[in-house]
């Protein structure tokens, strides 16, 4: 089955009988319709001939230090001119794709890792390199195993990309003593860290360890947010956060694209930073998102037949299902759109072709209720579908 075949399969996902927990969607009963629509209202009131202009490409100086704050909360501490504002996080890993990476240059990955960060780096032609994760995140051994290896072939990798709190697609979150680990690595390695953060907020059972970012003290980690999960993906606001030389480079680079995110967002984002309404709503997201979770652990706890394991995340929206070996999500995916529920398979989320007895649930976008039937329509595909080796035992 080629790539576009899936696509095509998800697409019908929109139709209303199919349960689909392949998106990375908010609940769209977290939007702040009525804050946003007042703030917009004031500021169109007030500065329509600013937040209607072209900006500055660095972002707008109000949003930048509201997003200073924000960081300084999580032990980031850094100046406005260190903050650049990105059209989503997503903009941002290009922006990094293109700042740092030529034809032929490694990046280490984790197994799995973000797919549109993967599709990133493919598209400026690097090579990546694969390194598992366990329950504490990215395994220290193996990274350190894989740098030594390609030291001694006379290979430095440019970047070790990784999103270190309830990650997509896997929901594990690295441990403390694995992200000191990673950035002693990085720096006798010479190479620098990307930090991908945006479900940091979304922590069901209390806070993660410390940032990579806030751990550094070389300018090695470029760390990457996003308002996506915590206010809403429409508005676009992202940034990235670095050295004063690599914002610089950065802003070079953005120049060439879209010459600056629109006005109009940033200052609404800004004011609804100001007004304290993204600390006050955080804890009613988090609420929600844990009673899904919590929902779609159940459900598999009761649904799923024995050889199947899933990751417990601890916050963000996404778990991660092992199938027993042998079999293969990917096959398995039109079968389970004819049964009204869809995933993502876990091979496009695995720069070394493996994952493919592996799916990514989705918990924040679907209610509870359909939680419960899209599982229950799952584990009744699984169980038709399971080798005989797994059905006698
Ligand atoms: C790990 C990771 N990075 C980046 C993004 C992109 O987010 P944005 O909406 O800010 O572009 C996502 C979105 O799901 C993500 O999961």
Redesign the pocket.
């Known amino acids: 089955m080629t790539r576009s075949l899936i696509r095509e399969l998800l697409k019908l996902t929109r139709r209303g009988n199919i349960i689909s927990f392949a998106g ?1 969607l908010p609940d769209p009963a977290t939007f702040p319709v009525e804050e946003i629509k007042a703030i917009t209202a004031g500021l169109l009131e007030r500065e329509a001939n600013l937040v209607l202009q072209y900006g500055p490409t660095e972002g707008d100086a109000r949003l930048r230090d509201e997003l200073v704050k924000w960081m300084a909360k999580d032990g980031i501490h850094i100046s406005r001119d260190q903050v650049l504002v ?8 290009d922006l990094v794709g293109r700042v740092f990476l030529d034809p032929g240059d490694l990046v280490i990955v984790e197994l799995p890792s ?1 797919m ?2 993967l599709q990133v780096f493919r598209s400026y032609r690097a090579e990546m390199r694969g390194v598992p994760q366990d329950d504490a995140g990215m395994r220290a051994d193996v990274l350190e195993e894989t740098l030594a290896r390609l030291a001694r072939d006379g290979r430095r990798p440019k970047l070790i990309y990784v ?1 270190p709190d309830f ?2 697609p896997s929901g594990v979150t690295m441990s403390n003593d694995r992200r000191l680990r990673l950035l002693q690595l990085a720096r006798q390695y010479r190479t620098l860290v990307v930090e ?4 940091r907020e979304l922590s069901f059972e209390g806070a993660p360890p410390p940032p990579l970012a806030a751990l550094d003290r070389e300018g090695r980690v470029i760390y ?1 947010s ?4 915590t206010l809403c ?1 429409g508005l ?3 940034w990235i956060a670095a050295s004063v030389e690599f914002i610089g480079r950065f802003v070079t680079a953005k120049q060439g694209m879209d010459l600056c995110c629109p006005a109009l967002t940033q200052a609404i984002a800004a004011e609804f930073c100001a007004a304290g309404h993204l600390s006050s709503r955080v804890g009613a997201i988090v609420e929600r998102y844990r009673r899904k979770r919590d929902t779609m652990l159940t459900a598999l706890a009761r649904e799923m037949p024995p050889g199947v394991t899933w990751t417990h995340p601890q916050g963000g ?1 996404f778990l991660w299902v092992r199938l027993p070996d042998g079999m293969d999500t990917e096959r398995l995916l039109p079968l389970a759109v004819e049964e009204g529920v869809a995933y993502v398979v876990g091979a496009g989320f695995h720069a070394d072709g493996g994952g493919r007895n592996a799916m990514r649930l989705n918990f924040s976008f679907p209610s509870e209720p359909e939680i419960e039937e899209g599982v229950r329509r799952l584990a009744r595909l699984v169980q038709r579908n399971l080798p005989s080796a797994v059905r006698a035992k």
């Open positions: 990375g990105t059209l989503g996080s997503q903009q941002g890993l973000y549109a960060a999103v990650q997509n991908d953060n945006p479900y990457l996003t308002f996506s999960k993906p676009r606001i992202a929206l």
